[in-house]
């Protein structure tokens, strides 16, 4: 009985936060920006990247961009297994005060694949090149707060996320070098 009072209460806690975090984008700049920062984060951005690393960096820039394509279907994976076996809905989906800034890729919520690719994707070009950290770093902070923001996901989907994509981040760094 405990356990199911604090779990109610964090998701509460988490409901009240999205709401907040969601009526932010009433103002359009806020709705442009992180609408804009998670469309990149559908994959445009990474893809691009992966392409212009070899050009821009030779082997190392090659070296990178197969780590982070090892890294981004292994997070597929990963997440699409859990989003199916937990089957979490998104936040707009339960509760009408929270308004859909952006068009969902799927339908569920948990974790957070925007966020687990860009962190595992920063991680990895970071070790490599610590000079992209500039822009990286912000730009995942971004994709990840664009996911509550856009009322798309809840805190806890994005930790998760976060921590899925260092995780495999770190392996695919052990792995490959």
Known sequence: MAAAGWLARLE???????????????????????????????????YGLMAM??????????????????????GTAVYRLLKDRLARERPYNLHPRIRAGARAL?????????????VSFTLIVVTAL??????????????????????????SDVIAGALLGAVLAKLVLAVLG
Request: proline share 7%.
């Open 12 to 46: 509460l806690a988490e409901v009240r936060f999205c709401l907040r975090a969601n009526r932010s984008c009433e103002w359009p700049p806020n709705l442009m920006l992180f609408s804009a920062a998670s469309r990149l984060g559908d994959g445009i951005f990474w």
């Open 53 to 74: 690393l070899p050009l821009l960096y030779g082997a190392l820039g090659l070296q990178t961009s197969i780590r982070m394509a090892l890294a981004g279907l292994l």
């Open 106 to 118: 799927d339908r569920y919520s948990f974790p957070s694949g925007h966020t687990l690719h860009a």
């Open 130 to 155: 610590p000079v992209m950290a500039w822009l990286l770093v912000p730009l995942a902070v971004l994709i990840a707060m664009s996911r509550v923001i856009l009322g798309l996901h809840y805190p």
